[in-house]
């Protein structure tokens, strides 16, 4: 009877002793973790992207410009039929050129950040913002000036003269570099925001 016990008591002996020595190698956890609390890690990655989401839009350049636009068409049928009937005479045109005034804010829009742009660990953080943009083109009507007004327009003929002074404001920055130029500060500005929140080492990039 206790020559067995030997024999089970040594092939526990045994056992153990070739566990232990595979978990100091690291192939399995040490007899010191059975005991020992698991490590908790909280993905803080949606709490950050949902802070930045909330600041919306991110406005890093204010641009204020001026353009000329200018609208012909032919003009009404008495202008057409006078203007046939004097020999050398070009046929009737109405002009309309307006000197428009507007504001560009140009910037980055942060409401479609998603996770996967967004990389955190411990205090660092890397986020690849959405490239710069136009976040909004205004123009000013109390500085809209009839430089020439010649026939009859109407209000919604003037209205998309409007609009294409607006489109020509927004081709002109883009022509500037004001985008690039925005993206620049965008990147600074977020850079210090995500200081604020505590991060040490921080990588921001545009997409």
């Known amino acids: 009877m206790t020559r067995p016990l030997l024999k089970i008591a040594g092939y526990a002996v045994a056992i153990i002793a070739v566990y232990l020595l595979i978990a100091k190698m690291g192939w ?19 709490i950050i992207v949902s802070r930045i989401r909330a600041l919306s839009e991110l406005s890093s350049l204010s641009v204020q410009d001026e353009v000329v636009v ?15 009937m004097t020999p050398g005479t070009p046929p009737a045109l109405d002009h309309l050129v307006l000197v428009v005034k507007g504001e560009l804010q140009l910037g980055t829009d942060l409401k479609g950040l998603t996770e996967k742009q967004v990389f955190v660990s411990g205090d660092s953080i890397s986020i690849r913002l959405p490239p710069a943009t ?3 083109a205004q123009i000013n009507p109390s500085q809209t000036e009839t430089f020439i007004e010649e026939g009859d327009w109407t209000p919604e003929q003037v209205t998309q003269l409007k609009i294409k002074a607006r489109d020509q404001l927004i081709e002109r920055a883009r022509q500037k570099g004001l985008l690039q130029k925005a993206n620049e500060r965008s990147l600074k500005i977020m850079e210090d925001f995500l200081k604020t929140l505590g991060f040490t080492k921080t990588s921001v990039r545009s997409q």
């Open 28 to 46: 399995l956890p040490s007899p010191a973790s059975w005991f020992r609390a698991a490590t908790v890690t909280i993905d803080e990655t949606p």
């Open 70 to 84: 200018t609208q012909i068409k032919p003009s009404g049928t008495a202008k057409q039929i006078i203007s046939m």
């Open 134 to 136: 136009v976040l909004l």
